[in-house]
Each structure stands twice: as structure tokens, then as C-alpha cells.
T-cell receptor, first 115, second 114 residues
Framework: GAGVSQSPSNKVTEKGKDVELRCDPI?????LYWYRQRLGQGLEFLIY????????KSGLPSDRFSAERTGESVSTLTIQRTQQEDSAVYLC?????????????FGDGTRLSIL | AQTVTQSQPEMSVQEAETVTLSCTYD???????LFWYKQPPSRQMILVIR??????QNATENRFSVNFQKAAKSFSLKISDSQLGDTAMYFC???????????FGGGTRLMVKP
């Protein structure tokens, strides 16, 4: 596609439920990033993929968070046993590679609301 | 660890005027990139301008320019001839050499008034 696509656009769920967020990067982009943006705050890095591999998972807030990527394309971010503190916009970005001069292109995000 | 600070939570400017948004950062790296992103209500993060730390010349993109002061670790954004469409949140961000993650500041909400 022309840009990074994220789905769903909005997700409302009850505390304790599991949620799965999806990111379709720009075609040909090997690097993929997940960020979290709490209300009124800047973006917080969660995890990145180089191809299908995630070299650094230290940004994930807890073991309830996991992410995977298959086929160097779609990535899913899964949050298990959601808590109200997980409410945020989750933004995905992709870049041609992880090289420093390759800008990250962002999707519109998924707004997650935990009741 | 890197930190990015934007000390102006909100700013406003009259249409056609010039406004400067401040950003300071802290790092022990010598080579890195700095970015300004714009986030309108649509939520999408849009890259406005970027600066390589090893370049002394300030980056310019049409009405947007930066004042990069490496010694002072300052990276301000100047918007000239402000337009109503410039109304958005603006985030300053840092990426270290050979790094991958962007470290963002807390953002500045800019309102352009007609």
C-alpha cells in the first residue's frame, strides 16, 4: 500500500481481555517499529523488527506485551490480560532499513481504550 | 540514555507570523539524527524536518527551518509564514548513530490563529 496501515483504528475492550493490534508496513520496508502514546504525552518506544527478528524487546512494558512479525510484512502487537493503564494510542512505523538515514513513516495508530 | 525535552507545552501564533518551538536533548553520543514530527488530530506522525549531527549547516524545508546548536544540545524549529494547517502537536525526536528507536520529547501543541 501507499502508507503504513493499522487496524483496528479504535478498540474498546474490558479489563482482563486480550487484544491484538495489526500493522501493515509500506511494501518493501524491512524495519518495523511499535510505539505507545499515552494521552497528552510523547511517543514511547516498545519494540522494533529487522525483518522477522526483534533484536531488542527491552521497551515492552511487561510480559503481558508481545509482538511478532511474519514474512517481513505484517506485524501484530498482542496485549494479554489488559489493564486500564494500557489505554493509549499504539503507533506503528516502518522504514526501508534500520540505517540511520532512513526515515520512519508512521501509521494513523490504534486507539485502545480499556474499560 | 537519551532524553529529549520540550519546555513549551502550548504555543500560539497569528497566521502569517513566525514561531519558534524549542527542544533540548541530552546524550553522550557524537553522531546522531534529530527530527521534528508533526501530529495533526488525525494522529498520523508526519516527518517535518531532520538534521544530521555531523552537519553544521542547519536543515531547511520550505517554511520550516531548524537552529541546531550541537554544543548547547539545542534543536529549535522555526515555522515561517504560519498557516492554519500548521496547527498540530509538534514532537522533537532523537535517534543515535546505528540505533533504531526514536526518543521523543513530550510535544508542543501549536495553535495558528486566523
Amino acid at each position: 500500500g501507499a502508507g503504513v496501515s493499522q487496524s483496528p483504528s479504535n478498540k474498546v475492550t474490558e479489563k482482563g481481555k486480550d487484544v491484538e493490534l495489526r500493522c501493515d508496513p509500506i511494501s518493501g520496508h524491512t524495519a518495523l517499529y511499535w510505539y505507545r502514546q499515552r494521552l497528552g504525552q510523547g511517543l514511547e518506544f516498545l519494540i522494533y523488527f529487522q525483518g522477522n527478528s526483534a533484536p531488542d524487546k527491552s521497551g515492552l512494558p511487561s510480559d503481558r506485551f508481545s509482538a511478532e512479525r511474519t514474512g517481513e510484512s505484517v506485524s501484530t502487537l498482542t496485549i494479554q490480560r489488559t489493564q486500564q493503564e494500557d489505554s493509549a494510542v499504539y503507533l506503528c512505523a516502518s522504514s526501508f532499513s534500520v540505517q540511520l538515514d532512513q526515515p520512519q513513516h508512521f501509521g494513523d495508530g490504534t486507539r485502545l481504550s480499556i474499560l | 540514555a537519551q532524553t529529549v525535552t520540550q519546555s513549551q507545552p502550548e504555543m500560539s501564533v497569528q497566521e502569517a507570523e513566525t514561531v519558534t518551538l524549542s527542544c533540548t536533548y541530552d546524550t553522550s553520543e557524537n553522531n546522531y539524527y534529530l527530527f521534528w514530527y508533526k501530529q495533526p488530530p488525525s494522529r498520523q506522525m508526519i516527518l517535518v524536518i531532520r538534521q544530521e549531527a555531523y552537519k553544521q549547516q542547519n536543515a531547511t524545508e520550505n517554511r520550516f527551518s531548524v537552529n541546531f546548536q550541537k554544543a548547547a544540545k539545542s534543536f529549535s524549529l522555526k515555522i515561517s509564514d504560519s498557516q492554519l494547517g500548521d496547527t498540530a502537536m509538534y514532537f522533537c525526536a532523537f535517534m543515535k548513530h546505528a540505533g533504531n528507536m526514536l526518543t521523543f520529547g513530550g510535544g508542543t501543541r501549536l495553535m495558528v490563529k486566523p
